[in-house]
């Protein structure tokens, strides 16, 4: 499958394609994040994520989604760029964009088997948690250890002088 024949600009229009796969007896595995500065531990996540079930579902955060938190720097990539590049790893089926600041929207939507998380989160830090349990679905935490970030990144570049 082409990469671009992954990416639904329209979350809206995933839903009838994952209720056919859901039909079919698929397991159904959402996850969500950022993913501005793409590295192994985000490889190792999806590819963890994957293993749990059929369909890999991952929602990359616009630009407005990650302005509402004040604890993050605005992208690097747009969020178009993004989608793509995560579109191109072979554990990811579709990829949709999160407007939103918590996926609770598109976990209303999708009604995941399956909510994967990083292993630098837990139940008490996930606001929606609430919203994969009321669907039917559970939370699985998966990754490496938080051992790779993005902000580490950056910090190494700031270091270097690169940006």
Same mark, same amino acid.
């Given at each position: /499958?082409?990469?671009?024949?992954?990416?639904?600009?329209?979350?809206?229009?995933?839903?009838?394609?994952?209720?056919?796969?859901?039909?079919?007896?698929?397991?159904?595995?959402?996850?969500?994040?950022?993913?501005?500065?793409?590295?192994?531990?985000?490889?190792?996540? /999806?590819?963890?994520?994957?293993?749990?079930?059929?369909?890999?579902?991952?929602?990359?955060?616009?630009?407005?989604?990650?302005?509402?938190?004040?604890?993050?720097?605005?992208?690097?990539?747009?969020?178009?760029?993004?989608?793509?590049?995560?579109?191109?790893?072979?554990?990811?089926? !579709?990829?949709?964009?999160?407007?939103?600041?918590?996926?609770?929207?598109?976990?209303?939507? !999708?009604?995941?088997?399956?909510?994967?998380?990083?292993?630098? !989160?837990?139940?008490?830090?996930?606001?929606?948690?609430?919203?994969?349990?009321?669907?039917?679905?559970?939370?699985?935490?998966?990754?490496?250890?938080?051992?790779?970030?993005?902000?580490?990144?950056?910090?190494?570049?700031?270091?270097?002088?690169?940006?």
């Amino acid at each position: /499958m082409d990469s671009f024949q992954k990416i639904y600009a329209n979350p809206h229009d995933l839903t009838p394609i994952l209720e056919a796969r859901r039909e079919k007896g698929d397991t159904v595995v959402f996850g969500n994040g950022c993913f501005d500065l793409l590295h192994v531990g985000h490889v190792r996540y /999806m590819e963890a994520a994957k293993s749990l079930g059929d369909v890999l579902v991952i929602a990359v955060n616009t630009e407005a989604s990650i302005a509402t938190n004040e604890n993050r720097e605005p992208s690097i990539n747009p969020c178009e760029e993004r989608m793509e590049i995560i579109a191109a790893l072979e554990a990811v089926d !579709y990829v949709v964009p999160l407007n939103a600041s918590v996926p609770i929207p598109l976990i209303e939507l !999708y009604r995941p088997h399956i909510q994967a998380k990083g292993t630098d !989160y837990t139940l008490d830090k996930m606001p929606e948690r609430f919203a994969v349990e009321a669907g039917g679905g559970r939370i699985e935490f998966v990754g490496d250890e938080k051992i790779h970030s993005s902000t580490a990144l950056r910090q190494a570049l700031r270091e270097r002088g690169e940006i």
